[in-house]
């Protein structure tokens, strides 16, 4: 369904950022489009997303021996970032999810990692530029949005954790 008038918000603490970045007159009216700003802004926002991709799942496969490690790698941080972002934060930050998990209910042991291994994926994850965070929560987003109908493998697939072949960007 590509019913574009089902897309619309109220841009809520966006809307100064939206109208910062609007055309005005030097008297400060506006001589723009709100609308056509958010729009474009969006653009940007899902071309940066799918450029950042590759380092976020070359990130999440880096020192994996195989494709199942680094299935296991992403299941963990899809399942151990699921919680919703806390009040007014526009995401969860993924890395502090999987560190909870693995330091608090032992997460890694149900994905078959070594906790070592679990904990410095965590880092690894803090440790990434912001784009790639934010990225990373994009695509557990997605992955959350197929996740009770699809394979695992599949699913995480479709999110962009890992490529189709299993293995990082």
Not at 62 to 75: F, K, S, Y
Not at 83 to 93: D, E
Not at 140 to 156: F, K, N
């Amino acid at each position: 369904m590509t019913d574009i008038a089902l897309i619309k918000f109220r841009p809520g603490d966006l809307a100064g950022p939206i109208m910062h970045r609007t055309k005005t007159t030097p008297d400060g009216d506006l001589d723009g489009s709100p609308s056509l700003t958010a729009k474009r802004d969006l653009a940007r926002w899902y071309a940066v997303v799918a450029a950042t991709e590759d380092a976020v799942r070359s990130r999440i496969a880096d020192g994996a021996v195989d494709r199942d490690e680094t299935v296991r790698r992403a299941a963990l941080i899809a399942a151990a970032a699921s919680a919703p972002p806390p009040p007014g934060a526009p995401w969860t930050p993924v890395w502090m999810g999987v560190w909870d998990a693995v330091k608090l209910d032992d997460a890694h042991e149900q994905h078959g990692l070594l906790r070592e291994d679990a904990e410095a994926l965590a880092l690894r994850i803090r440790d990434a530029p912001a784009v790639e965070q934010a990225c990373l929560a994009d695509m557990v987003e997605r992955y959350w949005l197929r996740a009770e109908s699809l394979d695992l493998e599949v699913a995480l697939q479709l999110a962009g954790l890992i490529d189709a072949d299993g293995e990082g960007g």
